[in-house]
């Protein structure tokens, strides 16, 4: 008898591209999240310094206001690209799972498509706004009015980062879908 008769079929495993390409946007991930860490911390002073300055001063700074809306953007828009990635967006899981194990693929890979197309339709309107009014400034900031889109560029192009590495797993991953990210600790 030879040995390939004896051994157990191979689990079917993902490319090693794959598992590059997953690893290199694992760390652009943690990367997102340590930066919109310190970008929370700012904002937390910048609220600190407005009170600050409104109730012990009696001097309200003005351009904290304007500068808190640009920090909750830069932190939301990327922030909610990881969560294409780590698979914690607003999912209706329940749906899915009462489909046979074939569809929930399917299902999910549809979703992930559709995700990586939103992203991509974000990041294109929000280049044509951040061109449109990049001219202008912002007033008591005196930054480009762009500022106030680029973090939905940015937070686009994560998407359709994190979205086709999502649909790669779909397609090659011997896991199902629903065995990947946080939706996992959902199901147990």
């Not at 979703?111 to 197309?117: E, F, K, P």
Request: glycine share 10%; proline share 5%; aromatic share 10%.
């Amino acid at each position: 008898m030879s040995t390939a008769d004896t051994t157990a079929p191979r689990a079917r495993q993902e490319p090693a591209a794959l598992r590059a390409f997953s690893r290199a946007l694992g760390w652009l991930s943690a990367l997102t999240i340590t930066l919109a860490g310190i970008a929370l911390v700012g904002l937390v002073a910048m609220m600190g310094w407005l009170v600050f300055g409104r109730y012990v001063l009696n001097d309200t700074p003005t351009w904290i206001e304007r500068a808190a809306t640009l920090a909750i953007l830069a932190i939301a828009m990327p922030v909610a690209a990881v969560g294409v990635r780590e698979r914690f967006h607003l999912s209706v899981l329940g749906l899915r799972e009462m489909l046979p194990l074939g569809m929930q693929r399917w299902v999910a890979l549809g979703c992930d498509v559709l995700m990586g197309a939103f992203g991509a339709a974000m990041a294109w309107w929000s280049w044509e706004l951040v061109s449109m009014v990049g001219a202008f400034k912002i007033p008591l900031l005196g930054i480009s009015q762009g500022w106030t889109y680029a973090p939905m560029v940015v937070g686009g192009g994560l998407m359709v980062l994190y979205a086709i590495e999502q649909v790669l797993h779909d397609i090659f991953s011997p896991e199902g879908p629903e065995q990947r990210g946080i939706s996992a600790a959902f199901l147990e």
